[in-house]
């Protein structure tokens, strides 16, 4: 029951950064490849914050929200120059230059040996520290992170984001500063993974690079187009799937060594079938040109 | 309204406009008409801040816009279409509209973020207003359609509904009858008039000649970058210079 709790709790975590991908993948139209780097710099600022000056964690999360936001605004300036397989590939070099940081400043981050000990959150003196009270705190982010990029999409605003993702130039012909929306979108998306990446350190209370490679990046790209470009909905059910499916493989009595690689192998599978049978995802809206 | 002060423009060597001046008058329909090449749509382009040129002003309402970025140069009243069309392809037609129109606040984050009572409220009369506008060049059927399912003709009607929405000063719109059945080209036509007879201002450009003398007030011809004439549908008609532009050119 507990391990069934985890991996809910694991699904949570993912669907927020799928959903905050997809405002910027989705509904923006911009080919962001490397969004788990926002998740690494909120679950490394609310770590380190709470093992070295002793910070609540809650105001860590915050703070490291905070730090991905500024990030996410770094990120946004090449989008402003760069268009579709450009920006991906200087969204993905961002990514490694951050799993980098992680990984070789080891006075900060301790590198490859990690972060251990992370403290819980904590409510009236009490750790979260069992699954289910884990997994109600998680669903409150959900449900913030679904409402609000639900109510920034299903608006005025909103729709010149998609404008922005349909053709940008017909969005200035149209008086819209496309330059201020690609920011804003940036900022929110990344605001949001770095609450995912601290919520996922203060739960496991250990971090080290290897959570945050480029694999993850491009995992939470695929639910985000598993489930559907520019559907909410999608991104639900897209980041279920691909993190309980290959639970189920271990489930059945694979080893982990052989669930890890297999997991990445049916990722692949999956998007493979998915492009020729519905490239717009299973409730997308949208499909890649 | 809109003066264009000795203009140039060049790609690689190759002079798209060379020291092109003219003006548009207010109130007034003043055609651009050259063969394809002639630098008819770099003009646009640079008057709608899409390219930057060489040397040259631009004058809208007694500023000079020619630094501009092109979304202030539409905020300022200076609404163009696109010679190969570009809507907002994968969505609906109302939405393609309401992009064009203006909103006081219901277009800001934070109005998105809260769902304020104002944003709800703008965007109910905005709609309306967006449904008058289809209606107006007759796609009031097509509302919920997304923009990449409709015909040539309906595009560009959409195209021009979209920037009728924007309410600019000036439209400009690059070849709106080109590709038209004579039936939608008609329609064209006298949608531009009733613009005109709304007291907007209005310049387009075609490639074909015969096409514009009914409508335009003026008539600017260019060949190589360069005026070669420019007048009255009557004066262009008697114009040797003009004649001889087109020859063998099969426009005319
Ligand atoms: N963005 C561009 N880059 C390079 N050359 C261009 C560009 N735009 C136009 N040109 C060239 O400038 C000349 C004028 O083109 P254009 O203004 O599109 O003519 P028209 O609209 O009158 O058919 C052509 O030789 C065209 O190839
Ligand atoms: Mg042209």
């Known amino acids: ?289 | 309204m809109l003066q264009i002060q000795n203009l140039y423009k060049e790609f690689d060597g190759i002079k798209a406009v060379d020291g092109l001046s003219f003006t548009v008058e207010d109130n007034s329909i003043v055609a651009l008409v050259g063969p394809n090449g002639s630098g008819k749509t770099t003009v646009f382009n640079i008057i709608s801040g899409f390219l930057k040129a060489n040397k040259g002003r631009i004058i809208f309402d007694g500023n000079d816009i020619i630094s501009l970025n092109p979304f202030k140069i539409a905020r300022l009243g200076i609404g163009r279409t696109f010679q190969n069309i570009r809507l907002f392809p994968q969505i609906s037609v109302l939405d393609n509209v309401l992009l064009g129109l203006k909103y006081e606040t219901g277009h800001r984050f934070s109005s998105a973020l809260f769902q304020t009572k104002r944003m709800k409220k703008e965007e109910a009369d905005n709609i309306k207003k967006a449904e008058e506008l289809l209606k107006f060049v007759g796609l009031a059927e097509k509302r919920d359609a997304l923009a990449e399912n409709l015909s040539h003709g309906q595009r560009k009607l959409l195209e021009l509904a979209r920037i009728l929405a924007l309410e600019p000063k000036i439209f400009l719109l690059d070849e709106p009858i080109a590709g038209l059945f004579p039936e939608t080209k008609r329609t064209m036509f006298s949608l531009i008039k009733k613009l005109k007879a709304s007291g907007k201002t209005i310049s387009f450009i075609e490639h074909d000649l015969h096409s514009v003398m009914d409508i335009a007030d003026k008539i600017i011809v260019l060949d190589h970058g360069k005026k070669i004439a420019e007048g009255t549908p009557e004066e262009i008609k008697q114009n040797k210079e003009v004649l001889k532009a087109y020859i063998g050119k099969d426009t005319l």
């Open chain 1, 1 to 289: 029951m507990e391990y069934l709790i985890h991996i809910l709790i694991i699904s949570g975590i993912y669907i927020i950064l799928t959903l905050s991908l997809n405002l910027i993948v989705g509904y923006a139209g911009l080919a962001a490849l490397g969004h788990i780097a926002f998740a690494c710099v909120g679950a490394y600022t609310s770590s380190l914050l709470a093992l070295n000056l002793g910070v609540s964690p809650w105001i860590g999360l915050i703070i490291g929200a905070i730090f991905a936001s500024v990030l996410g605004a770094i990120v946004s300036f090449p989008s402003l120059r760069l268009k579709g397989d450009y920006l991906a590939i200087a969204t993905f070099g961002l990514g490694v230059i951050v799993y980098s940081i992680a990984k070789n400043w080891v006075g900060l981050t301790r590198g490859p040996m990690g972060l251990p000990g992370i403290p819980a959150f904590k409510i009236f003196g009490y750790e979260i520290n069992n699954v289910w009270a884990y997994l109600v705190l998680v669903l409150i982010f959900v449900v913030i992170t679904y409402v609000v990029i639900r109510n920034i999409t299903k608006s005025p605003f909103g729709r010149i984001l998609t404008a922005v993702r349909e053709d940008e130039i017909a969005t200035e012909a149209m008086g819209k500063n496309v330059n201020k929306y690609k920011l804003i979108v940036f900022v929110v998306g990344a605001f949001f993974a770095g609450i995912a990446g601290s919520l996922y350190a203060h739960y496991i209370t250990f971090i080290d690079p290897s959570s945050f490679t480029m694999m993850e990046s491009i995992a939470v790209l695929l639910m985000v187009v598993f489930g559907g470009m520019a559907s909410l909905g999608g991104s639900f059910i897209g980041a279920s799937v691909l993190v309980i499916f290959p639970e189920l493989l271990r489930f059945l009595g694979m080893p982990s060594s052989v669930a890890a690689p297999l997991r990445q192998m049916i990722y692949g599978l999956l998007l493979v079938i998915l492009m020729i049978w519905r490239p717009q995802g299973l409730m997308g809206k949208y499909k890649f040109k």
